[in-house]
Each structure stands twice: as C-alpha cells, then as structure tokens.
Nanobody, 124 residues
Framework: QVHLVESGGGLVQAGGSLRLSCAASGRTFSSYAMGWFRQAPGKEREFVAAINWSGGTTNYVDPVKGRFTISRDNARNAVYLQMNSLKPEDTAVYYC?????????????????WGQGTQVTVSS
C-alpha cells in the first residue's frame, strides 16, 4: 500500500513557476514508477509526466515538454514536478500517482495509487 500526498500548488501569474511535491509512504517506493496527471474543469484527466523507478527515464506530454521537469528522490520517498513558464491552460488539479511497476507509463489506468490532488491556477 502506498499513500500519496501532494503539495505546492497555488495561484501564479502566466510565465511564473511552481514546484509540486508528492510525499509517499511505504518502504518499496523505489520500486514504483511515478506519474503526474492533471484535470481541468470539464475535461478528462490527462497525463503530464512520468518517471521510472531510478529516475533515469522520463516522459512528458507534448504541451509541457521543455517547461516541466519531473524528478524523484528515493531516499526521501518523494517525487517532484518543476513547472516553469506556466500558461493559463496549465490550470488544473494536479495528481500524483504510483504504479506497481518500475517502468513508466502514460495511461492513467496503469496507476494503482493516487493522491488527493493539488490545485494549480495560472492567471493571464
């Protein structure tokens, strides 16, 4: 069982930055691939970024490539999402997720554990 808690969301102007954190419980955190997803009002939840168990492999959805960076610290049981050059279209609730595999995936149904989400609002 893995319990995930996100933090770091907030209100920021377009062009600004935020760093989301996800704290995970459990002694097997390093064996899980981790992902960030987001859901805007009236839209489906969408994949944002993923990282494999070691941090050596990452994947991003095209609209955030070059602006967002996912990373992890297995010693701290944490995963992060650094978001730069934020745009109003990045406004959403951001969710941290873990899957029972060391390999990354971009499909939400492959993730077993989910956090409660943190709101990110980007004003124009």
């Amino acid at each position: 069982q893995v319990h995930l808690v996100e933090s770091g969301g907030g209100l920021v102007q377009a062009g600004g930055s935020l760093r989301l954190s996800c704290a995970a419980s459990g002694r097997t955190f390093s064996s899980y691939a981790m992902g960030w997803f987001r859901q805007a009002p009236g839209k489906e939840r969408e994949f944002v970024a993923a990282i494999n168990w070691s941090g050596g492999t990452t994947n991003y959805v095209d609209p955030v490539k070059g602006r967002f960076t996912i990373s992890r610290d297995n010693a701290r049981n944490a995963v992060y999402l650094q978001m730069n050059s934020l745009k109003p279209e990045d406004t959403a609730v951001y969710y941290c997720a873990a899957r029972n595999s060391p390999a990354i995936a971009a499909v939400s149904t492959l993730y077993v554990y989910w956090g409660q989400g943190t709101q990110v609002t980007v004003s124009s």
